[in-house]
């Protein structure tokens, strides 16, 4: 799509002409993949802050994990609590905004009304009253492309890309009937949620991150979540996650190279070298 694509999620601006903006990521869920992401009660500002002093221009916490291959139920009432006291603490404190990763209604309503003012959503806008609220309360959104529910996502689909863009394309339908501002939406290929295509799922994520660039096509600034992810465990032929911040940093690198605007990270100090250098070497390529 030809011109300037921006997006300002809570005031942070993202896209094209601007520093690529990297996004710290805390759980208050004891269940993550990532035990290294997970804090509790004042370590969880503690550990915010130093984000932000490290170069995060957003925070965003996830109150369960939603990593399609753990068996992580926790109900509503666990998750909202856990936003909800998380939220209120982050936002208190934080000079940034905060974010919270949930596709249910319940947990993000209470974390809206405790202080985030962004919704960073896996499931492409599927719950209508997810998408109301978010346009009620005229947040921000990361809407991210996931499979439906129970299915695959890509049978007889030419590429993964292709399938990703038709998601994103959808979930900005729904975006748009629910009255969320465009300019207030920034899309992710969903790196590490496509896990029964016909391609195995690392092949699926190298291959998307490969093409980043076609996204472009949707109109909206791109945001990657590689950090720790399966697919770089896949590669390195690492299980523990606490092994994979070098293949992490070389995927994000790529990532800012085929044109994200934004990514999320469990480490922000590493990332934002990973990126500044990136970011230098696209720049001269451009030249």
């Keep these: 799509m030809a011109g300037e694509v921006r997006a300002e999620l809570a005031g942070v601006m993202v896209g094209d002409g601007l520093p690529v903006v990297v996004m710290g990521v805390i759980n208050v869920s004891p269940e993550s993949f990532h035990p290294g992401s997970v804090y509790q009660g004042e370590a969880v500002v503690r550990a915010a ?3 932000v002093e490290a170069g995060a221009a957003l925070i965003d916490v996830g109150g369960r994990s939603t990593a399609p291959y753990l068996e992580t139920a926790v ?8 936003l909800a006291s998380a939220v209120e603490a982050l936002a208190a404190k ?24 962004v919704i960073n959503d896996v499931s492409t806008l599927r719950d209508p009253e997810l998408a109301r609220l978010v346009a009620s309360h005229s947040a921000g959104l990361i809407l991210m492309a996931s499979p439906p ?3 695959s996502a890509g049978a007889g689909a030419p590429s993964p890309l292709t399938v990703v863009g038709d998601l994103l394309a959808a979930g900005l339908r729904r975006a748009q009937a629910a009255g969320i501002r465009e300019r207030r939406i920034v899309v992710d290929p969903g790196i590490g949620f496509f896990r029964d295509e016909a391609a195995p799922w690392h092949e699926w994520d190298a291959g998307v991150l490969a093409g980043l660039a076609t996204l472009r096509r949707l109109g909206r600034p791109v945001c990657v979540g590689v950090s720790r992810k399966s697919f770089i465990g896949a590669v390195l032929e690492r299980a523990d996650t606490a092994g994979r911040l070098s293949g992490s940093l070389a995927a994000t690198a790529i990532a800012v190279a085929n044109g994200a605007a934004m990514v999320r990270t469990h480490d922000v100090a590493q990332t934002r070298d ?3 250098v990136a970011e230098r070497l696209r720049g001269a390529g451009a030249r």
Excluded: F, N
Excluded at 96 to 105: F, I, K, L, N, Q
């Design 274 to 276: 990973a990126v500044r």
């Design 94 to 117: 934080l000079p940034v905004p905060v974010s919270v990763d949930t596709p249910r209604p319940g947990p993000a309503r209470a974390a809206l009304e405790a202080g985030a003012r």
């Design 149 to 151: 529910p129970g299915g």
């Design 75 to 82: 109900d509503v009432v666990e998750e909202t609590a856990r």
């Design 49 to 51: 802050l130093g984000m």
